[in-house]
């Protein structure tokens, strides 16, 4: 146990600078390593379908940004496809109901790779 004490007892030279340097380099370095923690789990939830949108009756089928604060959603709902629009404070606002789609939609990577 006096080892132990010791062992964490600063040295004699050692400033009181030095002291919270090292203490800052610890609480530093537990941060990253609780972080790279943390994304690691998150990663692994994601890639298994957590927090994923779709699930159950309301599927987001697509969804077009237009700036920061709104974006137009294409989404599924008993059958039926909807246009909505939505704004950052308001609540979603129904643009239209959309004809059932018979196959998905292609991606721009999708159409760009037919036409080469």
Known sequence: MGLLLEATRPASGTSQLQLELASLLQV???????????????????????????????????????DAQSALLVVSVEGRRLLLATHRGAPARLIS????A???????????????
Do not use: D, N
Request: no cysteine.
């Open 102 to 116: 018979e196959r998905p939609a292609r991606t721009i990577s999708q159409a760009s790779g037919a036409e080469a």
């Open 97 to 100: 109901e959309l004809a059932p």
């Open 28 to 66: 530093l370095f537990a941060l990253v390593l609780v972080s790279a923690v943390a994304y690691g789990v998150l990663r692994a939830l994601a890639r298994r379908g957590f927090g994923k949108l779709g699930v159950g009756p309301v599927q987001v089928e697509q969804r077009l940004f237009l």
